[in-house]
């Protein structure tokens, strides 16, 4: 299966709020084809996670997948897992239980910025195939859930960024940023285990 083109910030897709799947929906070929060409555009661009609307697909489904992502090497491996129609419950308290992270985006090109995530997240989503599944995770994966959940409600990373004047190109961020992050983060794994 091909990659697919990843729309880009601007593109009203991207801010769609978007549409439940319907059983019959899933089983479609042109849905598993979708799956699978999110999957495929998600590792082609070294991405931690994709959702439908950055493809161009106003539905209800995202991938994660980490697996020593180059892009996020501090970021812990977590299995390929496709999200059908997920529900995100924040756990744990707000202030006591958010971090602040570094976050980037495949429709956000050369912009990084600091936004504030709840460590402690459960997702209730269907699989593929339309079984139901329940998942908690903590830490930057929970940091990652968020971002990719967001992006079904035409949510992006920079709507959450509380200080502009964290907003930096890739190249600033390895080269005034990177390593105070890498550390902190370092800590956020060690501390919430994710
Ligand atoms: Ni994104």
Redesign the pocket.
């Known amino acids: 299966m091909p990659a697919r083109e990843v729309r880009k910030l601007g593109d009203p897709v991207l801010r769609r709020v978007t549409a439940a799947v319907t059983p019959e929906q899933l089983a479609s070929v042109e849905t598993q084809a979708l799956i699978d060409d999110l999957i495929d555009t998600m590792h082609a661009a070294h991405?931690a996670?994709?959702?439908a609307p950055?493809v161009g697909a106003p539905v209800r489904i995202a991938v994660v997948h980490v697996r020593d992502n180059p892009r996020y090497p501090y970021k812990p491996n977590y299995p390929l897992t496709v999200f059908v129609n997920p529900r995100l419950t924040l756990l744990g308290e707000p202030g006591r239980d958010d971090e602040r992270i570094f976050?980037?985006?495949?429709?956000?090109p050369d912009l990084r910025g600091e936004v504030v995530r709840r460590m402690h997240v459960r997702c209730d989503a269907l699989d593929r195939h339309g079984a139901p599944f329940s998942v908690e995770v903590r830490g930057l994966t929970a940091g990652t859930f968020q971002?990719?959940l967001?992006?079904l409600d035409g949510r992006?990373?920079v709507d959450r960024v509380m200080d502009p004047s964290t907003l930096t190109t890739w190249a600033n961020f390895d080269q005034y940023h990177r390593e105070a992050f890498v550390r902190r983060a370092a800590d956020i794994v060690a501390r919430w285990g994710g």
């Open positions: 991405g996670g994709i959702a950055q976050e980037g985006c495949l429709s956000v971002h990719e967001d992006h992006l990373f």
